[in-house]
């Protein structure tokens, strides 16, 4: 079965830097464009950043110029560089994928960024 693991979230200080990393299983890692949501309290979960199978990238206006998400094929692993973060980007970070028409997600990985 599909199994999305995130990693990597934490406590970090306005300005501060986190890599979030989501590891993938049950699925031909490579054929899938991968997606990082979050979903502040009392907010909708938000789609931020997606890559292609392709590498092509897009993100929401809100962390362009601030995350990089990236992809390593060989080891079925999408990784998001978060920097510059915001009191505004904590929230549960979430790792996405689609496959024919189901949409699966991991369990989530808080990030919360306060002084």
């Known amino acids: 079965q599909v199994q999305l693991v995130e990693s990597g979230g934490g406590l970090v200080q306005p300005g501060g830097s986190l890599r979030l990393s989501c590891a993938a299983s049950?699925?031909?890692?490579?054929?899938?464009?991968m997606s990082w949501y979050r979903q502040a309290p009392g907010k909708e979960r938000e789609l931020v950043t997606t890559?292609?199978?392709?590498?092509?990238?897009d993100y929401a206006d809100s962390v362009k110029g601030r995350f990089t998400i990236s992809r390593d094929n060989a080891k079925n692993t999408v990784y998001l560089q978060m920097n510059s973060l915001k009191p505004e980007d904590t929230a549960v970070y979430y790792c996405?994928?689609?496959?024919?028409?189901?949409?699966?997600w991991g369990q989530g990985t808080q990030v919360t960024v306060s002084s």
């Open positions: 049950g699925i031909t890692f490579s054929r899938y464009a």
């Open positions: 996405s994928t689609a496959i024919w028409g189901t949409r699966y």
């Open positions: 890559i292609t199978s392709g590498g092509n990238t």
